[in-house]
């Protein structure tokens, strides 16, 4: 026959709770004891297990393929495409070359420039490598080239000299390299080679 009976739990902030529990032939100091066995069987049992959740995705993982002239050869295609894309304010131009986060922000740049009559235009890059690492598959190009920002009052601006850096981090998905991260740093982080 099992009946319910009720246990006073002590909380701080509450004071005595009644607590409705199902009777048991065992005291509940023995349900505690059990309880804490069937807890420290599962812990040990998830710890030992076979089967883990994925690791995310690190690009250095995969590095150990990448030497350094294929890395620049993946940055440099992506500065033609980034520069195409801010040219033309075409976001579509960025899929040859980008994927994830670096995809999404250049994607978003493009878009704020095109709502606001902007192009920037770049000619005669010239492009080396200051910076690369094969552990974080990463990649800093240097580019120097002849510039301009073309405007809705100055459709037809003169041309200037820049010199940027932009450092990218890469990755493979799908059989393929692309830059997944990215960024413009000053133009003196990295000396040139």
């Known amino acids: 026959m099992h009946s319910f009976t009720t246990w ?10 009644g607590v409705p ?4 032939p065992m005291p509940p100091s023995g349900l505690f ?7 420290a069987l599962l812990t040990m049992a998830g710890g030992c297990s076979v089967a883990q959740a994925p690791a995310e995705r690190q690009p250095a993982a995969s590095a150990s393929t990448l030497d350094r002239s294929r890395a620049e050869a993946v940055a440099v295609k992506a500065d033609a495409a980034r520069r195409a894309a801010f040219a033309g304010l075409d976001p579509g131009a960025l899929l040859a070359a980008f994927r994830g986060k670096a995809l999404r922000v250049l994607q978003a ?5 095109r709502d606001r009559g902007l192009r920037l235009e ?20 240097q580019v120097e080239a002849q510039h301009r920002l073309l405007t809705l009052d100055q459709a037809d601006p003169p041309w200037g000299t820049t010199v940027r850096q932009w450092w ?15 960024a413009d740093l000053a133009p003196d982080h ?3 080679p």
């Open 8 to 17: 006073a739990v002590k909380t701080p902030a509450a004071g005595y709770l």
């Open 21 to 24: 529990m199902a009777a048991s």
């Open 33 to 39: 004891a059990l309880a804490v066995t069937g807890l």
């Open 109 to 113: 740049q493009v878009r704020h420039m």
């Open 122 to 141: 770049e000619r005669n890059p010239v492009l080396a490598v200051v910076f690369w690492d094969a552990h974080a598959a990463e990649v800093v190009l």
């Open 168 to 182: 990218s981090r890469l990755a493979r998905e799908d059989g393929e390299w692309w830059v997944v991260d990215q």
């Open 190 to 192: 990295w000396r040139s």
